[in-house]
């Protein structure tokens, strides 16, 4: 069983910068691919990137790729979400999420993740 929990969030103006952390607890969670998507009030949730196990990999959406910088730190068990350039339509809850390395889907899919942190707020003011 992995345990995650996403800290960092809050409310920053349109062009700053936030860095969200996802805690992961549980003797595998450093083999696991870790992923971060993010949900508005009646949106879907939606794929912000994914790192491999080693950090040799990362993947973005288009709509924040060379913006956001997703890292890993195994010794700690840690996953960063660096977010640059902040917009208001980034406003969202983002979750951090776990998952096999090597999947059969695709890794913008939430169902490619078998565990999830709980969330935690970003607001984007304009």
């Known amino acids: 069983q992995v345990q995650l929990v996403e800290s960092g969030g809050g409310l920053v103006q349109a062009g700053d ?18 992923g971060w998507f993010r949900q508005s009030p009646g949106k879907e949730r939606e794929f912000v990137g994914r790192i491999s196990w080693s950090g040799g990999r990362t ?22 979400l660096q977010m640059n350039s902040l917009k208001p339509e980034d ?13 059969g889907g695709s ?3 939430s169902n490619s993740y078998n565990y999830w942190g709980q969330g935690t707020q970003v607001t984007v003011s304009s």
């Open 17 to 34: 910068s936030l860095r969200l952390s996802c805690t992961a607890s549980g003797r595998t969670a450093s083999s696991l691919a870790m």
């Open 59 to 80: 993947y973005y959406a288009d709509s924040v790729k060379d913006r956001f910088a997703i890292s890993r730190d195994n010794a700690k068990n840690m996953v960063y």
């Open 91 to 103: 406003t969202a809850v983002y979750y951090c999420a776990a998952g096999p390395n090597i999947i």
């Open 107 to 109: 890794y913008t899919s």
